[in-house]
Structure formats: C-alpha cells, structure tokens
C-alpha cells in the first residue's frame, strides 16, 4: 500500500505561480509512473501531467509550457510547478502513483486562480 499526501495548494492570483508536493511512502522507484491530475466542479478528472521512471513526461495541451511535474528521489516528492496561473485552472488537484498496475490516489488539494 502507498500513501500520498499533497500540499501546497490555495488562492492565488491570475498570472501568478504555486508549487504542489506529494509526499509518498514508498520510494520513488517502486512508483513506475507518477503525476498529477485535477478536477474542477462539475467536470471529470482530468491528466495534468505526469512522469515515468525513465524520465518521459506527458502534458496536457492546456498546460504545456506553464506547468512542470519533477520527482525528486532523496525526498520520496512529486512535484508540480504551476507557472502563469489561469482562473481556468482552479480545481483539486491530485496526485497519482502507479506501480505493477495499481493506482494510488491523495486526497487532493485545491487551487484557486482569481482573475
């Protein structure tokens, strides 16, 4: 069983920038892919972007060149930077952790971008 537990969400202005974590249980190695997916009311869950252990990195077209997902091994954390925040991104976000086809899931965090 892997444990994931986001944070870094909250209110920020149109054009500004945050940074999610995901804090996971196990090690980074034993997660095959990893990333980050949202869902804004009344909408279905949506792939943000996400990473594999050999370092491919897939992005949903609304957030190519805005957002980066990076893992950072030593600290067991998924990364989401959030550049250029739009009101069209407010939604929970969350992160997602796939080993020998099973899929973990946070509880979420939410975003919200002021215009």
């Known amino acids: 069983q892997v444990q994931l537990v986001e944070s870094g969400g909250g209110l920020v202005q149109a054009g500004g920038s945050l940074r999610l974590s995901c804090a996971s249980s196990?090690?980074?190695?034993?997660?095959?892919?990893m990333g980050w997916y949202r869902q804004a009311p009344g909408k279905q869950r949506e792939l943000v972007g996400d990473?594999?252990?050999?370092?491919?990195?897939v992005y949903a077209d609304s957030v190519k060149g805005r957002f980066t997902v990076s893992r950072a091994y030593a600290q067991k954390t998924l990364y989401l930077q959030m550049n250029s925040l739009k009101p069209e991104d407010t939604a929970v976000y969350y992160c997602?952790?796939?080993?020998?086809?099973?899929?973990?899931w946070g509880q979420g965090t939410q975003v919200t971008v002021s215009s």
């Open positions: 196990a090690s980074l190695f034993t997660l095959n892919t």
């Open positions: 997602n952790a796939r080993s020998q086809s099973v899929d973990y």
């Open positions: 990473t594999t252990l050999g370092g491919s990195t």
